[in-house]
């Protein structure tokens, strides 16, 4: 068994073996491919189409390849053959229609490699005249049609439409050439009827010409619906109306009746109503009974259907009012909670030669309104805290009315508004005013008042406005002479309290002093001297004082003081400390103001003073001293020299 499986391995091994080894050597190329369509491009209807697909492929060996062709219009694919000869690929398009026109291309397939060719567009022109054909060319009224319109070997997306004259009947779209509709014509008399069709090419379309046109009698039913409605005028709402239909035989005859057989058959039925609503229904006679009201919403109808065949007949009946739909007004026209209101319910017009005036009463609703009725609809009361919603109800003879809904919104009074500043105040400079109440009904007018004399009103209308003030006070006290008046409603305003708030004063009048502890105010100091240099202001604390030497950009000292003035102490002064100093200062207003500069000349010490007054005492009086030795000492040689002379004179 073995060896068996081995022979048959080799010999199928052998037999594909050569034809492996010739396909793998075997090349080819696909050199173009075109399409080209005969006999042209642009043709009439019924002309024989042939859509030629050439290609030219360069193959090694004499074996013939297998090819796939497919054939695309508008890009979809319509036709796909796979061939082995080198002839053209044929398409046919026997008797063209307009249908047939598009943008057409080949391709082709050869082992995974392909080629398509350009695209050619293929126009036809002319449509076929459509056939109308009528099941029946005499109908009664209300009978079906059957029509059938024919657009003769038009093949694609087809939609056929039907006309009475030149008003469209129906339109219906198939995918063939042929189409059959049913619909009823409802006026007696001779009608036109003809039908065309439109064809859908690519996005565009072609419509054709009429086609034939067909003649339909239409005969008036032997038989007439009836509608009776009693009593046949000035009927009044709440009047009982009777309303009776049926089936007559439309003739003069007395002896032919509605329920001749000949005439009714078992399909017959009768319809009556109203609107949308279906008020009875029978066989060949309806009897109705109703209460009459106004403003009826629709006619009344009876129908008749009998198979496939209907007739019908309206009529309208005017009910009068026998009372107008009241109307419910409130006084004052804007209440406040807890407030008094008066509510008006009235009808404005009435059928006086049907109805007295104390036949209409008047109601609210709800009944458990707290409203107390002052005569005839008219309500009086206190007003809710809450929204509330009131109808009127006027009733006379079994016919109720009610009015809109009145829904009653009552106004909450404001409360006692708040003054505030907003951000910091600061004399001489605009700052604003806040003047808000938590609670109360909008709009509201806000008034900014100056010892009780109005200086602007700002009304808020809305829940996101603010009532904002922009004034300026020379002074601290002014402050306290502004409050604000909030009012929304008749009686006087509700008063703030007067604004209580910070003022910042600007600082003023900077000054330095500089001075030591035996001299607090002169600046002429000596040497071991404790210097003091006071920086002192006028304004609001607290302040930020700042001492410069002239000469130097950063400052010798800075401290924060919460009253007018602060100083900086320089204690064990020496020559070096001798400058020109000043100072400056800032609060809350944020103007840096600077004093005038001072000089500080820082003399010499006492005791320096003292021993160069010594040295030079003793100085002096050496000199002195000396001067006068000397002075001595010339003396006495001069007097030795005279006597030296006299004596040799005597001699």
């Known amino acids: 068994m073995a060896v068996f499986l081995l022979l048959f391995s080799v010999l199928l091994f052998s037999c594909f073996l050569p034809r492996t080894v010739v396909y793998a050597q075997r090349s080819f190329t696909i050199r173009d491919i075109t399409l080209s369509i005969e006999p042209g491009p642009d043709v009439r209807r ?47 398009l026997p008797h063209s229609r307009v249908s047939n026109s598009g943008r057409y291309k080949c391709a082709i397939n050869i082992q995974g490699q392909q080629m398509s060719s350009r695209v050619q567009k293929l126009t036809v022109t002319g449509l076929s005249k459509p056939l109308l054909h009528l099941n029946k060319s005499l109908v009664m009224n209300g009978e079906e049609l059957t029509a059938t319109c024919t657009a003769p070997n038009e093949t694609g997306s087809i939609l056929f439409y039907f006309y009475e004259g030149t008003k469209e009947i129906v339109e219906e779209q198939v995918n063939s050439d042929q189409v059959e509709v049913k619909f009823r014509l409802d006026s007696e008399g001779i009608h036109w009827i003809h039908c065309s069709y439109k064809v859908f090419v690519g996005g565009d379309s072609l419509k054709s010409n009429e086609s034939n046109s067909v003649i339909v009698s239409v005969k008036e039913l032997p038989f007439a619906v009836v509608l009776e409605i009693a009593p046949q005028s000035r009927i009044y709402e709440g009047d009982l109306v009777f309303i009776s239909c049926t089936v007559s ?38 009897n109705y009974s109703m209460m009459a009201l106004a403003n009826s919403p629709e006619d009344f109808e009876c129908k008749l259907e009998m198979g496939k065949i209907k007739k019908t007949t309206t009529k309208t009946v005017l009910v009068l009012e026998l009372f107008s ?63 509330f919603n009131y109808t009127c109800v006027a009733t006379a003879r079994g016919i109720v009315k009610r009015s809109p809904t009145l829904t009653i919104r009552p106004k909450v009074f404001v409360s006692t508004p708040k003054i505030s500043a907003v951000g910091l105040v600061v004399i001489g400079r605009p700052f604003q005013i806040l003047c808000q109440s938590d609670t ?58 007067r604004l209580s708030v910070a003022v910042v004063e600007p600082l003023t009048e900077p000054t330095l002093i500089a001075g030591s502890a035996k001299f607090p105010n002169l600046p002429d100091v000596s040497e071991g001297d404790h210097l003091y240099l006071v920086c002192s202001v006028k304004g ?3 302040v930020t004082f700042k001492w410069y030497r002239v000469g130097s950009e950063l400052p010798l000292y800075i401290t924060m003081s919460h009253d007018t003035n602060a100083d900086y102490q320089i204690p064990a002064l020496s020559k070096d400390h001798s400058g020109t100093y000043y100072c400056e200062a800032v609060n809350h207003a944020n103007n840096v103001v600077r004093s005038d500069p001072v000089v500080i000349e820082v003399r010499l010490a006492l005791w320096k003073k003292s021993v160069i007054g010594g040295v030079c005492l003793v100085a002096l009086v050496v000199s002195v001293v000396l001067l006068a030795l000397r002075f001595r000492s010339k003396r006495g040689k001069r007097q030795a020299a005279a006597e030296l002379s006299v004596r040799s004179a005597t001699l």
């Open 540 to 542: 609001t604390p607290p």
């Open 325 to 387: 739909t009241p109307t419910l007004t409130m006084s004052p026209a804007e209440v406040f909670q807890k407030e008094y209101l008066t509510l008006t319910c009235k009808s404005k017009s009435y059928a006086s030669e049907r109805l007295r005036p104390e036949e209409l009463t008047y109601t609210l609703d709800p009944l458990q309104s707290l409203l107390i009725p002052k005569e005839d609809g008219v309500f009086f009361g206190r007003v809710l805290q809450y929204d």
């Open 440 to 497: 109360g009904s909008l709009p509201i007018n806000y008034t900014l008042m100056e010892d009780y004399e109005p200086l602007r009103t700002v009304s808020v209308e809305r829940s996101s406005d603010q009532a904002v003030f922009t004034v300026t006070i020379s002074g601290s006290e002014q402050i306290k002479r502004y409050m604000c008046e909030a009012k929304n409603s008749r009686k006087e305003g509700e008063l703030s309290k």
């Open 249 to 286: 035989n439309g003739s003069e005859d007395p002896h032919l009746s509605s329920e001749d057989p000949h005439l009714i058959s078992e399909e017959t039925h009768l319809y009556l109503s109203q609107g949308n609503k279906l008020l009875s229904s029978g066989h060949t006679k309806v």
């Open 46 to 92: 019924d002309i024989n189409v042939t859509l030629r697909c050439r290609a030219i492929v360069s193959v090694s060996g004499q074996e013939a390849l297998s090819r796939e062709y497919t054939i695309y219009k508008d890009s979809r694919p319509i036709y796909t053959k796979a061939s082995s000869t080198l002839e053209d690929l044929l398409y046919p």
